[in-house]
Nanobody, 125 residues
């Protein structure tokens, strides 16, 4: 699976941004999809994940209520809608794909076999 993340950019605090992750090579319906982020000088961290059919999601506490993950398997794409952005949300955001039977380990980078190249989101104060 080849993943291409897009939609990053500069946004003011309190604003919104929507990231997209387009897949090619295989159908995404076979995969758990995750979003991770890496802020400057920090390790990459889990943000959110969505199961293969979109019925179940998981969010790290810091983005709950502000971020929404969704997917469109017909379009082979996953999305991350980010609202009420804060400067601490500034990071490179990565989408990743894991086998659909690895949902229990969704927060662990090691279970994601495929990664997009990342897209930078900068939130100004």
């Amino acid at each position: 699976v080849q993943l291409q993340a897009s939609g990053g950019g500069l946004v003011q605090a309190g604003g919104s941004q929507k990231l997209s992750c387009a897949a090619s090579g295989r159908t995404l319906s076979n995969y758990v999809m995750g979003w991770f982020r890496q802020a400057p000088g920090k390790e990459r961290e889990f943000v959110t994940a969505i199961n293969w059919n979109g019925e179940t999601t998981d969010y790290t506490d810091s983005v709950k209520g502000r971020f929404t993950v969704s997917r469109d398997n017909a379009k082979n794409a996953v999305y991350l809608a980010m609202n009420s952005l804060k400067p601490e949300d500034t990071a490179v955001y990565y989408c990743a794909a894991s086998r659909r039977d690895r949902w229990d380990s969704r927060r662990q980078e090691r279970v994601y076999a495929y990664w997009g190249q990342g897209t930078l989101v900068t939130v100004s104060s």
